[in-house]
């Protein structure tokens, strides 16, 4: 008896001693590899998210397309021109970053003669302080207006000047709710003398100035301090929506405060 368990218990042995060889051996390939691999993974560049759909407007209706831009390929400057800036396109977006000795922020545009406008566009702030999207008259010339997004808030601003007379009013301000470092989505309608702002999925800003409802020739999107990444840039021409008066004050009640 004592024979016939005895070969049996040395094989269950070896089973588990090969069993705990290869364990052994997985912990220490872990251990090793597993930190470099994800030293690897987060070296790898951020990549655009894929295409969304246009978000919402609610006191516009979007009318003829000016530019739908999702940077695959550089013919995105047939629509979009480059102003003292560094552009590097690839990964699915457009980064752009301050040019050495320029003395101006960063900014690509369109040039178009409008007055009311719905502008989209998905960015991410790669080093930036701020990037914002901004509406001028360049036959004045003279700014109008902007949105102007930073680390911490979402701003609404009249905006008066060219150049070094440049001077903002702020008209609306709110925290940014979110990771400031992530991919966000801004939705701009200019419309008569309002303005109504989405910010990813929420409705955030409404404000209302004489230079919001003036007639715009550049629709600009401006940065400083370091890199901004742009991708997915929609711009509309627009009409007023008919069912925003009725609509606009339960709108109001929605937005942070």
């Given amino acids: 008896m004592i024979s016939m368990i005895e070969p049996r218990l040395w094989l269950a042995v070896g089973a588990l001693a090969q069993r705990w060889s290869v364990m052994t051996r997985m912990l220490v390939l872990s251990a090793f590899v597993l930190p ?3 030293a690897a993974e987060r070296r790898v560049k951020p990549t655009a998210p894929a295409i969304i759909p246009d978000l919402p407007t609610m006191m516009t209706q979007r009318s003829k397309v000016l530019v739908n831009e999702s940077f695959s390929n550089d013919t995105w400057t047939k629509l979009l021109k480059s102003g003292k ?9 457009l980064r752009i970053a301050p040019q050495e000795g320029a003395g101006h922020a960063p900014q690509i545009s369109h040039y178009a003669r409008v007055t009311d406008v719905v502008i989209q566009v998905r960015f991410q702030l790669d080093g930036a302080k701020w990037m914002n999207v901004q509406v001028a008259d360049n036959k004045t010339p003279e700014n109008l207006a902007a949105v102007g997004v930073d680390p911490r808030r979402i701003t609404l601003s009249s905006i008066t000047g060219w150049g070094r007379t440049t001077r903002y009013t702020t008209v609306r301000s709110t925290p940014l709710v979110g990771d400031p ?9 200019w419309c008569g003398n309002e303005c109504l702002v989405r910010f990813d999925d929420k409705l955030i800003l409404h404000g209302e100035a004489i230079h919001f409802g003036l007639p715009k020739g550049q629709l600009s999107f401006n940065s400083s ?5 742009y991708d997915d840039v929609r711009i509309w021409e627009a009409a007023p929506d008919p069912a925003w008066a009725k609509r606009k004050g339960e709108v109001l009640k929605t937005l942070p405060r």
């Fill in 36 to 38: 470099f691999a994800g």
């Fill in 85 to 93: 800036t560094d552009l590097l396109l690839g990964d699915g977006a």
């Fill in 181 to 189: 470092a992530g991919w966000h989505t801004l939705l701009v309608e």
């Fill in 225 to 229: 301090g370091g890199g901004v990444r």
